[in-house]
């Protein structure tokens, strides 16, 4: 068995040397960037409730314009402050919590599960203007509907203002599912994507690269 190797984004064609069952386009595989998440916030990444990543590093800052994946790991996040903002800030029930926990484990861990939009912010604040105004400025509604569905956007990184106003360091961490973001590098989501079956993976460090077979990508799907 043979594959040539593409640029992230590019399409891969395996092909086999041997008689096989197997329909020719699911030999076929394209090549994303990849990014790691814990859960619950995969889930809640992949289910468009978390679309605020914060990392310690501007680890999305070389990968402007290029398509990323959603990998689940195997390990838990390390404290329950989320569960806190969904129900007093966000106002989720019980039950609404409990129901999205379940359907973010709907694939299992290990596992590339999907994709997400990104657009990261990098320019200093207007006069008078808050970050989530910068970030919709940066990110108009349309701008998903300029891509496939399925494509990622990823833009500049932008170190968190030490001088946030209460309010706006609030509508942050409401999007981002963690308290205190002083000091962490803000990048916006937008447009998630459940593949169609998850792929069996080990993650890795930082952005990865990954194969996801054609077939078991969403093209044009709703979310």
């Known amino acids: ?9 590019s399409l891969t064609v395996t092909v086999l040397c041997f008689r096989s069952r197997v329909r020719p386009w699911e030999l076929w595989e ?22 605020l990543e914060t990392r310690w590093r501007p680890v999305l800052s070389g990968h402007r314009h290029r398509t990323l994946a959603v990998h689940i790991a195997r390990r838990d996040w390390e404290d329950a402050a989320w569960r806190e903002l969904l129900a ?22 290990g596992v590339i599960a999907g994709k997400v939009g990104v657009e990261v912010p990098h320019q200093p604040l207007a006069p008078g203007e808050s970050l989530r105004d910068l970030i919709a400025r940066r990110l108009p509604a349309a701008a998903a509907g300029a891509l496939l569905t399925w494509l990622v956007d990823i833009g500049d990184t932008l170190l968190c203002p030490e001088n946030l106003g209460p309010n706006e360091a609030a509508e942050l961490e409401n999007q981002a599912l963690l308290p205190n ?6 990048t ?12 069996p993976r080990r993650g890795g460090k930082d952005v990865f690269q990954v194969d996801i077979p054609e077939h078991l990508i ?5 979310a």
Request: aromatic share 10%; proline share 8%.
């Open 1 to 9: 068995m043979s594959s040539e190797a593409g640029t992230p984004g």
């Open 30 to 51: 394209m090549k994303f960037g990849c990014l790691s998440f814990r859960q619950p916030h995969a889930g809640f990444v992949l289910n468009g409730v978390k679309t």
């Open 88 to 109: 007093e800030r966000l106002g989720m029930s019980p039950a609404q919590i409990q129901a999205l926990l379940r359907d973010g484990e709907k694939f299992g861990r």
């Open 181 to 186: 973001l002083r000091q962490k590098y803000l």
């Open 188 to 199: 916006a989501l937008a447009n998630p994507r459940w593949l169609l079956q998850p792929v």
């Open 218 to 222: 969403p093209f044009g799907q709703e």
